[in-house]
Each structure stands twice: as structure tokens, then as C-alpha cells.
């Protein structure tokens, strides 16, 4: 029997990590021998990025609503949120709180001694001409779609996730009845998975370009007076992973490190694509295949890309106290904590925005009227390689959670888990 075109190519290229792992390589080595070619690259990791976004909307709201209506338990549902809800809030504080310590140990903007009067906050305006709200209100509101086919045109993710709850809420007292719409849905997220596995094939170009464009378009000499503090941004990261949600895995009862072995090919393009948006699709369906529940995968995922972005979470309190610093900002202990409170708050509500970021700790700038929001200009010019960071964090953080509340839920197959964690087949490099 003729083996298939795609196990065939894997073999002649390699598994799909070490194509990624090289395209960053070469994309880097172009960025720096012709900047001004790798910058032309750019389109290839956007429009990667474009192709998976595409598909998320239909897979998010399929999954929720299969799930749930499946699940048979309208209580089950609102446990298995209100556990989540709980876990990230804990969590992304202890990231908040990790970044927080960290800038007041390690000082990264003492000596910078910048006159916020003299920076161009022009280069920035596009960040802060139109700031999201940050009230608990307005973004409860937001959540709510104006038309059932908006939250589909946007790609508002929390949008989607509410439209899939109600429905899927909606179709469980009448199961055997809706039973032929929800195999229909569970067909279409089949079909959109089955396109995730063909944009995946991009995924070595996508990381090409990207890093090409990254290097070439900001170069390194130019980064150096602020390389220390995207340093210690990706240091402080490693380190919340290794600490932090090493210590949460141990005590769920899993290996942090073969799940990123396990995730490494995700992890790898979303590095390269400075975009966890980029991996969402695949990794929802990795994680099933390890042995978490189709219904956990559907809620929990999706929702920690807003309310559990623990990279982010650390490059927000460090980048504020970074432009405290630089600008010679002083801030009191008090003040440190409020900002911490209002972070909290805005860190939440950032889904679904280009950036969000940069956006979030611009709003929070402004609306604290202290810390100089001019200062943003510091951090413009590594935004894209500190993003790097956070967006990996973020996905790890992600996993970790899904994989969490699937064990509290006893929805969690340990022996699946064991299969694929196993260092053969990992190996062999299974794929969907």
C-alpha cells in the first residue's frame, strides 16, 4: 500500500517542530544579512495567522454547543465555569504579582532617566486614539452581541462562547429531538479541524516570514538599551512557567514538561508567529486527543485566552513599572497595589483586539492619569520580541488549565494522557 502524500513529505522534512524550529533560524539569519528583503516577508506570517483565525469562530461555538448539549447536566455546565472563572483568577494574579516582584528586584528602567515631555507619543496613537472601555459594566456589556451573526463577523471569541453556551443550554432539554443539528455541528467541526490540519502545513513559512520581518524590520543594534528588559520579560516568563504552573501540574498530577514536549509543535509556531491566536484550533484538538473531555476543551480553552492570559498578565505589570522607572515615575507601595487592582480588571478585557497587550496597558495608563502614558514609546520598538513571550506563556497557561479543570471534573482519560505522553509516540511525531 502506497504510504500518503502528507506521511510521506513529514518524512522527507522532518516532524513538524523541526521545520518551524528551522524556518526561525533562517528567518533570523535573513533578518539580519538582508533587512530590507525579510521585511517584504511579512505578509506570509499574517496571512497564516488570517487562515486560523478564520476557522475559529466555527470551531469554538461547535465544540461548546456539542459539548454542553451532550453533557446532559445544565449544573455541570455552571460548575465547570465557575471553576475556571475561579482558577484564572488565581492564577493570572500570580502572574500580575510574579511581573510586580520581579521589575522591583531587578530595577530594569533605573538610570533610563527619560523626560516623558520630550517623547513623540505620536508613533503610538494609534494604541490609545481609541482606548477600550475598562469598566466592569462596559465589558460585561460587550460580551453581549448586537445580532446573532456578529459575534461571527468579529470574531469576538467571549461573543461566541456566550451564543454557544445559551445554545447549547438551549438544545439540552430537548436532546433526542436536536440530536440530528447536533451531529451536524459535530460534523462541521470535524471539516473545520480537517482545514486546521492543511493551514498547518504553512506553519514553517508563516514562522519564516515572521521572524524574518521581526529582525529585519527592528534589527539588533536598535533594541539594545531596551534588550536587558525584554531579557528579563522572557527570563520572569520562563521562570512563572517553571515555578508556577510546574507547581500546579505537579499537584494536578502531570508532567508540565512532556506536555510541552507534547505541545512543542504549537509552541514553536506561536514563537515564530509572535500569536497564540495562531495555535488555538490545533492545540483545542490536541488536548482532547490527550484525554480531556470535548466539553472542558470547549469551555475552558477559548475562555483562558481572555481571562487566563498569564503572559500577558506578567508584561503588563512589568511594562508599567518599567515606564515608572525609566521616567523616574515614582510610585508608592499603595499605588503599586492599586495598580495591580486595576490591572486585574483590564487584563480581562482585552479579547479579540489587534495588540491587546500594548492596547490594555495603554488604557490602564491613562486611566490611572500617573504613570505617563508617552512612555508606551520605550516599549514600541520590542513589542513584537516581548510578545514572543507572552503569547507562548499564554498558550502554556491555557493548556495548563484545561488540563486542570478536566482532572477536578474527572474528565480526564489518564490512560490516553499516558499513551501520548509516552517518549515514542512523541517520537514518532502522531498527528490528527
Avoid at 32 to 40: D, E, G, I, R, Y
Avoid at 120 to 139: E, W
Avoid at 209 to 229: C, E
Avoid at 351 to 356: I, L, N, S
Amino acid at each position: 500500500m502506497a504510504p500518503k502524500p502528507d506521511r510521506t513529505a513529514r518524512q522527507l522534512l522532518g516532524p513538524l517542530w523541526l521545520q518551524v524550529a528551522v524556518a526561525i533560524v533562517l528567518g533570523i539569519l535573513l533578518g539580519a544579512l538582508f533587512p530590507h528583503a525579510a521585511v517584504t516577508l511579512k505578509p506570509l506570517g499574517d496571512a497564516f495567522v488570517k487562515l486560523i483565525r478564520m476557522t475559529l469562530a466555527p470551531i469554538v461555538f461547535a465544540t461548546i454547543v456539542v459539548g454542553i448539549a451532550r453533557m446532559g447536566d445544565i449544573r455541570e455546565v455552571g460548575r465547570v465555569g465557575i471553576k475556571a472563572l475561579i482558577y484564572f483568577e488565581v492564577v493570572s494574579t500570580l502572574a500580575l504579582l510574579f511581573g510586580l516582584i520581579a521589575v522591583n528586584l531587578l530595577h530594569p528602567g533605573i538610570g533610563m532617566n527619560i523626560n516623558a515631555a520630550t517623547l513623540d507619543p505620536s508613533s503610538i496613537a494609534a494604541y490609545t486614539a481609541n482606548p477600550p472601555q475598562t469598566g466592569l459594566v462596559a465589558f460585561l456589556l460587550a460580551i453581549i452581541p448586537s445580532s446573532v451573526g456578529e459575534p461571527f463577523v468579529t470574531g469576538n471569541i467571549l461573543q461566541i462562547i456566550l451564543l454557544g453556551v445559551l445554545l447549547g443550554l438551549a438544545l439540552t432539554p430537548i436532546r433526542s429531538t436536536a440530536k440530528p443539528l447536533v451531529d451536524m455541528l459535530d460534523l462541521l467541526l470535524q471539516g473545520m479541524f480537517g482545514i486546521v490540519k492543511l493551514i498547518m502545513v504553512l506553519a514553517p513559512l508563516a514562522a519564516l516570514g515572521a521572524m524574518a520581518y521581526t529582525v529585519g524590520q527592528y534589527g539588533v543594534v536598535s533594541l539594545l538599551p531596551l534588550a536587558r528588559f525584554t531579557a528579563e520579560v522572557w527570563i520572569v516568563s520562563a521562570l512563572f512557567v517553571a515555578i508556577v504552573l510546574g507547581a500546579i501540574a505537579r499537584l494536578a498530577g502531570f508532567s508540565l514538561i512532556r506536555l510541552l514536549a507534547y505541545l512543542r509543535d504549537e509552541l514553536l509556531i506561536t514563537a515564530g508567529t509572535s500569536s497564540s491566536e495562531a495555535v488555538l484550533a490545533p492545540v483545542m484538538l490536541k488536548l482532547q486527543q490527550l484525554g480531556c473531555a470535548e466539553p472542558i476543551v470547549g469551555m475552558v480553552m477559548p475562555a483562558g485566552y481572555t481571562f487566563n492570559a498569564d503572559g500577558t498578565a506578567i508584561y503588563l505589570s512589568m511594562g508599567a513599572l518599567f515606564i515608572a522607572q525609566a521616567t523616574n515615575t515614582q510610585l508608592s507601595l499603595r499605588e503599586q497595589i492599586t495598580l495591580m487592582v486595576v490591572l486585574m480588571i483590564t487584563s480581562k478585557g482585552s479579547a479579540g483586539v489587534a495588540g491587546a497587550g500594548f492596547v490594555t496597558l495603554a488604557a490602564t495608563l491613562a486611566s490611572m492619569h500617573r504613570i505617563p502614558v508617552a512612555g508606551l514609546v520605550l516599549l514600541l520598538g520590542v513589542e513584537r520580541l516581548i510578545n514572543i513571550a507572552r503569547a507562548v506563556v499564554n498558550v502554556i497557561g491555557s493548556s495548563v488549565a484545561t488540563i486542570v479543570i478536566a482532572k477536578w471534573e474527572h474528565a480526564f482519560d489518564a490512560a490516553q494522557a499516558q499513551l501520548c505522553f509516552s517518549p515514542r509516540s512523541q517520537a514518532t511525531d502522531v498527528r490528527p
